[in-house]
């Protein structure tokens, strides 16, 4: 079982906001069962191009936390998920993805909408 490891956002903490640097830190351990953890919230606001990150962590992607520009479910923001879930593909990921979402409007739309998004991208 590996030990994930999840960039935050500058607003949160000041420690490896971005995949680059998590993977920069990762990459002397000896361990290798530490994977990036790699949430889309935090991502919508340090990382370039959330998709291009998504490629970066390769095989060093253990979790996605599938969530929109403003922690709502996807589909009630403005990320561009198309391409991040692409990017998923081409990397090969075949592991876990969660939403870790706002209850909002409320916590059945927000749940409704996280399970159409899954459906929606991950037949």
């Given at each position: 079982?590996?030990?994930?490891y999840e960039p935050l956002n500058r607003?949160?903490?000041?420690?490896?906001?971005?995949?680059?640097?998590?993977?920069?830190?990762?990459?002397?351990?000896?361990?290798?069962?530490?994977?990036?953890?790699?949430?889309?919230?935090?991502?919508?606001?340090?990382?370039?191009?959330?998709?291009?990150?998504?490629?970066?962590?390769?095989?060093?992607?253990?979790?996605?936390?599938?969530?929109?520009?403003?922690?709502?479910?996807?589909?009630?923001?403005?990320?561009?998920?198309?391409?991040?879930?692409?990017?998923?593909?081409?990397?090969?990921?075949?592991?876990?993805?969660?939403?870790?979402?706002?209850?909002?409007?409320?916590?059945?739309?927000?749940?409704?909408?996280?399970?159409?998004?899954?459906?929606?991208?991950?037949?």
């Amino acid at each position: 079982m590996p030990l994930l490891y999840e960039p935050l956002n500058r607003y949160e903490t000041n420690l490896l906001n971005r995949v680059d640097d998590a993977l920069s830190f990762l990459k002397p351990l000896q361990a290798r069962n530490v994977k990036l953890l790699c949430d889309l919230f935090h991502m919508n606001i340090e990382e370039a191009g959330i998709a291009a990150a998504v490629r970066l962590t390769g095989p060093h992607l253990g979790h996605i936390h599938f969530a929109d520009s403003n922690r709502h479910a996807i589909g009630l923001g403005h990320t561009d998920i198309a391409p991040v879930v692409q990017a998923l593909r081409d990397i090969g990921y075949a592991g876990y993805i969660s939403g870790e979402v706002l209850p909002l409007p409320d916590g059945d739309t927000a749940a409704k909408q996280t399970i159409t998004s899954f459906k929606r991208w991950f037949h």
